[in-house]
Nanobody, 128 residues
Framework: QVQLVESGGGLVQPGGSLRLSCVGSGLTLDDYALGWFRQAPGKKREFVAA????????HLPDSMKARFTISRDSTKNTGYLQINFLAPEDTAVYYCAAKDRPSYSYAEFSDINSYDDWGQGTQVTVSS
């Protein structure tokens, strides 16, 4: 049974940083692409970042490249999302997701419907 478990969320002051983790079990992430998405209250779930497990190629929206970094540790079957200079608008539930189908373009990596397995999410709240 495939399972993704996020952690690392919490309450942080504006300007702070967080590193979210996503541990995969029941799958070997070497065969997968890992994505991070977020959903703020009353808003649609949006793409944040993706990484290919083999090669570590990353894909992020231009608006997030300055503050968001995605990475992975194959030895731990774990993906990470580093967020710096957090702002109140970053408040959301952050989800990791995985897929084992080939993806080649930004459009494919950012397509929420192309991901097969999802974690339960971790809450990030940015507030003073």
């Amino acid at each position: 049974q495939v399972q993704l478990v996020e952690s690392g969320g919490g309450l942080v002051q504006p300007g702070g940083s967080l590193r979210l983790s996503c541990v995969g079990s029941g799958l070997t992430l070497d065969d997968y692409a890992l994505g991070w998405f977020r959903q703020a209250p009353g808003k649609k779930r949006e793409f944040v970042a993706a990484i290919t497990w083999i090669g570590g190629n990353t894909h992020l929206p231009d608006s997030m490249k300055a503050r968001f970094t995605i990475s992975r540790d194959s030895t731990k079957n774990t993906g990470y999302l580093q967020i710096n200079f957090l702002a109140p608008e970053d408040t959301a539930v952050y989800y990791c997701a995985a897929k084992d189908r080939p993806s080649y373009s930004y459009a494919e990596f950012s397509d929420i419907n192309s991901y097969d397995d999802w974690g339960q999410g971790t809450q990030v709240t940015v507030s003073s």
